[in-house]
Nanobody, 119 residues
Framework: QVQLVESGGGLVQAGGSLRLSCAAS????????MAWFRQAPGKEREFVGF????????YYADSVKGRFTISKDNAKNMVYLQMNSLKPEDTAVYYC????????????WGQGTQVTVSS
């Protein structure tokens, strides 16, 4: 059974930092891109960024570029989202997702973890 389990969310003041983790299990993800999305109340789900499992290439949305960093630990099957200089508008539920190379959608999703940034 494929599982993506996020953790590390919480309440933080503006300007602070949080690191989210995504534990991946149930299959090999070496042919996948591992992404982070977020969804704020009343808003559509927003792409945050991704990392390719094999090469470690990263890509970020303009809204988080320079503040957020995605990394991975192959040995532990973990993906991380380091969030610095957090802003109240970063408040959302953050989701980890996996997309197999060549596919047009993310086939696996986690349950999400809440991040709240207070002003």
């Amino acid at each position: 059974q494929v599982q993506l389990v996020e953790s590390g969310g919480g309440l933080v003041q503006a300007g602070g930092s949080l690191r989210l983790s995504c534990a991946a299990s149930g299959r090999t993800f070496r042919n996948h891109a591992m992404a982070w999305f977020r969804q704020a109340p009343g808003k559509e789900r927003e792409f945050v960024g991704f990392i390719t499992w094999s090469a470690g290439s990263t890509y970020y949305a303009d809204s988080v570029k320079g503040r957020f960093t995605i990394s991975k630990d192959n040995a532990k099957n973990m993906v991380y989202l380091q969030m610095n200089s957090l802003k109240p508008e970063d408040t959302a539920v953050y989701y980890c997702a996996a997309q197999e190379v060549g596919r047009d959608k993310y086939g696996y999703w986690g349950q999400g973890t809440q991040v709240t940034v207070s002003s």
